[in-house]
């Protein structure tokens, strides 16, 4: 048994807009990350930190959660910014049911349980969305949420949108991450020249990781066994 995670698989099975056409580490990078995601077993969980599908609709991307579904063990499904699909979670839930995805789960306003940790989180806030004061201070209601429903447990915080990078900081999300004692958060977003902005290791009291697809070789992170 094993907790994983990984961020921005960019998958398009349903739609027209495959990675593939940015070059380099994007060429061919659904197999790679079949290949990656081979790892897992019935057991195990699996955090996808946002970005996950590029359909514009639960319909649209309903080839992508059935490639997700397919693979083995429990999938914890985020919001990232290119998630357009993204619904009310009672509906996205309802969707899946009646599609038959029996392992996709929606981390939204709440957590998961996995080896007496508690997994938090939400997509997050990032500088190019300064102007939209109404959805960053909802995304903080969101965190504090779902580190409130952790209660006493050691929490893993999962986000969408890096909360520090170098030269930025968020300081109302990494006050919520410090209030509530998590341990260690993840976050993707970054791609290609911008993951050399990444800062990870321990800052203050968390350490943090960045864990976008083609950051980490499309294959998921090892968290915990």
């Given at each position: 048994?094993?907790?994983?995670?990984?961020?921005?698989?960019?998958?398009?099975?349903?739609?027209?807009?495959?990675?593939?056409?940015?070059?380099g580490a994007w060429e061919g990078y659904v197999e790679k990350l079949a290949q990656g995601l081979s790892v897992l077993r019935p057991e195990d969980t699996l955090v996808i930190a946002g970005d996950i599908?590029?359909?514009?609709?639960?319909?649209?991307?309903?080839?992508?959660?059935?490639?997700?579904?397919?693979?083995?063990?429990?999938?914890?499904?985020?919001?990232?910014?290119?998630?357009?699909?993204?619904?009310?979670?009672?509906?996205?839930?309802?969707?899946?049911?009646?599609?038959?995805?029996?392992?996709?789960?929606?981390l939204h306003n709440n957590c998961y349980e996995y080896g007496g940790y508690a997994l938090c989180g939400t997509r997050g806030w990032f500088y190019e969305e300064t102007g939209d004061q109404k959805v960053?201070?909802?995304?903080?209601?969101?965190?504090?949420?779902?580190?409130?429903?952790?209660?006493?447990?050691?929490?893993?915080?999962?986000?969408?949108?890096?909360?520090?990078?170098?030269?930025?900081?968020?300081?109302?999300?990494?006050?919520?991450?410090?209030?509530?004692?998590?341990?260690?958060?993840?976050?993707?977003?970054?791609?290609?020249?911008?993951?050399?902005?990444?800062?990870?290791?321990?800052?203050?009291?968390?350490?943090?990781?960045?864990?976008?697809?083609?950051?980490?070789?499309?294959?998921?992170?090892?968290?915990?066994?």
């Open positions: 048994m094993a907790l994983y995670t990984i961020g921005d698989t960019h998958l398009s099975l349903g739609s027209d807009k495959p990675m593939d056409v940015f070059g599908s590029w359909g514009m609709s639960l319909e649209e991307s309903e080839a992508d959660f059935a490639w997700l579904d397919a693979l083995p063990g429990r999938k914890i499904l985020m919001k990232g910014n290119h998630d357009y699909w993204w619904n009310t979670a009672a509906k996205m839930n309802r969707f899946f049911a009646e599609s038959g995805f029996s392992t996709l789960r929606i960053f201070k909802r995304e903080l209601i969101r965190l504090e949420a779902s580190l409130k429903a952790a209660g006493e447990r050691p929490k893993l915080c999962f986000l969408h949108y890096p909360p520090l990078y170098q030269g930025y900081r968020c300081p109302e999300i990494i006050a919520l991450l410090e209030q509530y004692g998590v341990e260690r958060c993840y976050y993707g977003h970054l791609h290609g020249g911008s993951h050399r902005l990444a800062v990870e290791g321990r800052q203050g009291g968390v350490a943090y990781y960045l864990v976008s697809a083609d950051y980490v070789g499309f294959r998921p992170q090892k968290i915990c066994e």
